[in-house]
């Protein structure tokens, strides 16, 4: 069984940045990929960003490249979602996933994640 627990939300004016971060529970947390997930009120659930087990392979979402950046540190079991230039458009509660089917790729499809995280609310003001 894996626990994941995230923090680092927040309220922050637009252009500004949050790192969140998300603790993992467990063994193994190498073979595990991760990934980051959004949910807006009235949207449905949405990929952000995903990384290897091993941290080699990393993916963000094209409404997320250049300003959010996903990293793992497997040492520390936590995996980390670096937000710069935040917009009002990312308001969300964000959650952290972890998955067994890969260690060598990311996944992006969220029912290919086993273990989800509570979420932490990320609000931006314009």
């Known amino acids: 069984q894996v626990r994941l627990v995230e923090s680092g939300g927040g309220l922050v004016q637009a252009g500004g940045s949050l790192r969140l971060s998300c603790a993992a529970s467990?063994?193994?947390?190498?073979?595990?990929?991760m990934g980051w997930f959004r949910q807006a009120p009235g949207k449905e659930r949405e990929i952000v960003a995903a990384?290897?087990?091993?941290?080699?392979?990393?993916y963000e979402a094209d409404s997320v490249k250049g300003r959010f950046t996903i990293s793992k540190d497997n040492a520390k079991n936590t995996v980390y979602l670096q937000m710069n230039s935040l917009k009002p458009e990312d308001t969300a509660v964000y959650y952290c996933a972890a998955s067994r089917s890969s260690s060598r790729w990311y996944i992006t499809n969220q029912y290919n994640y086993d273990y989800w995280g509570q979420g932490t609310q990320v609000t931006v003001s314009s």
């Open positions: 467990g063994r193994a947390f190498s073979s595990f990929a």
């Open positions: 990384i290897s087990g091993s941290g080699g392979n990393t």
